[in-house]
């Protein structure tokens, strides 16, 4: 398997969705983002309309929007009403945080509730279900993987990337054991180097959400091989 630079940016979600994440941090996370033409961007709902503009006539970067992000604790009519603004802002993928207090309670109709109006709001815009792994036991990551697909998500990804742990490769490849190929796999929350890439990849992901520092940095690490890819 060989995976060059616009290989590795087109599984990449660039990313700026940290609380101090300012204006001037989107501006530089969409150069960034025309620069490798990675597959989408994320910003924080407010800084939406924002990166919109000026990805303006990048039709092959996504606008991506976040949902219910970072506690997954607000209700389910309000994430759906968060997707559908989302949508109209221009988003074209959407990452909703799960309700984690809720799956560990064991109240997985609540779960998957949440997760269906989300999906229902997108209107077929693909939507992650991010399980926010930190804070799960082994069993509560294979429980909400499987509500994950029961409702209706695209995607599994592993966390926000507020936790102090998220992307681990044990946590990808459990994710992977549960879904199969039903849905993707999206690490995200410490991916910070081109082998802890490659590694995930090996187990199961295939897409990677990135804040725009590291994103390069991995890149340029890719670029810096002989023959600017990485074979495995």
Not at 13 to 42: G, N, T
Not at 206 to 225: D, E, H, M, W
Request: contains cysteine; neutral net charge.
């Amino acid at each position: 398997m060989r995976l060059t630079v616009p290989d590795i940016a087109r599984m990449m979600d660039f990313s700026a969705v940290q609380a101090e994440s300012s204006e001037e941090d989107v501006r530089d996370l969409a150069r960034r983002a025309k620069h490798y033409q990675c597959v989408a961007v994320f910003t924080l709902p407010s800084q939406t309309p924002l990166v919109a503009e000026l990805l303006a006539g990048e039709p092959a970067i996504a606008i991506g929007g976040v949902v219910g992000f970072p506690s997954g604790g607000t209700t389910a009519e309000s994430k759906a009403r968060e997707a559908e603004e989302l949508l109209r802002m221009g988003c074209g993928e959407l990452d909703m945080v799960v309700n984690v207090g809720m799956l560990r309670s064991g109240r997985n109709d609540r779960v998957e509730d949440d997760i269906r109006r989300v999906v229902d709001a997108a209107k077929g815009a693909p939507v992650k279900a991010i399980l926010e792994c930190h804070h799960l036991s082994d069993d509560e990551i294979r429980t909400g993987c499987e509500l994950s697909v029961k409702a209706g998500a695209a995607w599994v990804k592993t966390g926000t990337g507020w936790a102090p742990t998220g992307a681990t490769l044990e946590n990808v490849a459990l994710i992977k054991s549960c879904v199969g190929d039903a849905v993707g796999i999206k690490a995200a929350g410490g991916v910070r180097g081109l082998e802890t890439l490659v590694e995930m990849y090996r187990r199961g992901a295939r897409r990677f959400g990135v804040g725009a520092g590291s994103a390069v940095k991995i890149l340029q690490q890719c670029a810096t091989r002989p023959g600017g890819f990485v074979e495995f």
